[in-house]
């Protein structure tokens, strides 16, 4: 248990600061990492179930932490989240509540597609055109709830879409991690939800559940991650983000592709 506990606080730690300095929940290296430790510890045919259910808990505190710091630098597009909301709730709880229909094998094979087309993006993203701008009110809420219900579904906070999609639409870089970080709090708060009430029914996880969301893990990496993410989006305006998104997209191609053969 005391292993298991290593594990989970030191992948709090790098996932708060990746949090903070690239506007992403942690999700894309939390879940990876769950679903692997969940299979050596945990008697469950769920550990990715549970690893996203997981993942999903922890983003809403590490969000939080991040986007406190964001928002001390006056960074948040608050005007921007206030239009996407409602998408954001709806398709959150969607979501994570499909999340149940799918098989461990499938939703593991998802997530590690997810991870390459994102580091895909990272690597190659094209620049968006110089008059391009947010949509209005009704297509912007189509758009959240598409990134918010995929999020969701996979255990991400959505800022590895949301940022991207901002920048695409002449946010500026800072901004548009700040906001996506705030995008990340409506979308764990809906998607853990859903993930609890629909393992409810479920009757062979392990103890210390709720639902999907394993405890254990959630405290060991919120207990380093709130301190982390705030760090990492302190330093998240002074180092050169461009190149971090670069080094984060070579890893996350090792983590799709283990992923994709879990």
């Given at each position: ?48 179930h549970m690893a996203i259910a997981t993942s999903l808990a922890t ?175 302190k330093l998240g305006h002074k180092l050169p983000v461009f190149w971090l998104k670069k080094l984060f997209a070579i890893m996350l191609i ?9």
């Amino acid at each position: 248990m005391v292993i298991e506990l290593v594990v989970y606080a030191l992948t709090g730690i790098v996932a708060g600061l990746l949090a903070g300095l690239l506007g992403i929940g942690g999700g894309l290296l939390i879940v990876p990492v769950l679903s692997s430790v969940f299979l050596i510890f945990l008697d469950t045919p769920y550990v990715v179930h549970m690893a996203i259910a997981t993942s999903l808990a922890t983003i809403l505190i590490t969000a939080l932490s991040s986007v406190y710091s964001h928002h001390l630098h006056n960074a948040v597009r608050w005007d921007i989240l206030r239009l996407m909301l409602l998408g954001i709730l709806i398709g959150g709880f969607a979501g994570a509540w499909s999340a149940q229909f799918f098989s461990t094998s499938v939703l593991a094979k998802l997530f590690g597609m997810m991870e390459l087309l994102i580091a895909l993006q990272m690597l190659y993203g094209r620049q968006p055109n110089a008059e391009r701008q947010l949509p209005g009110l009704l297509p912007l809420t189509g758009v959240s709830f598409s990134i918010s219900g995929l999020s969701a579904l996979l255990g991400v906070g959505g800022g590895a879409l949301t940022t991207p999609y901002l920048v695409w639409n002449n946010i500026k870089m800072h901004q548009a991690i700040a906001t996506s970080s705030a995008f990340g709090l409506p979308v764990a708060l809906s998607g853990t939800i859903a993930y609890m009430l629909a393992g409810l029914k479920v009757t062979d996880l392990p103890e210390y559940t709720t639902g999907f969301v394993y405890w254990p893990a959630f405290l060991a990496i919120v207990s380093m991650s709130i301190f982390t993410a705030y760090l990492g989006a302190k330093l998240g305006h002074k180092l050169p983000v461009f190149w971090l998104k670069k080094l984060f997209a070579i890893m996350l191609i090792g983590l799709g592709l283990k992923m994709l053969f879990f």
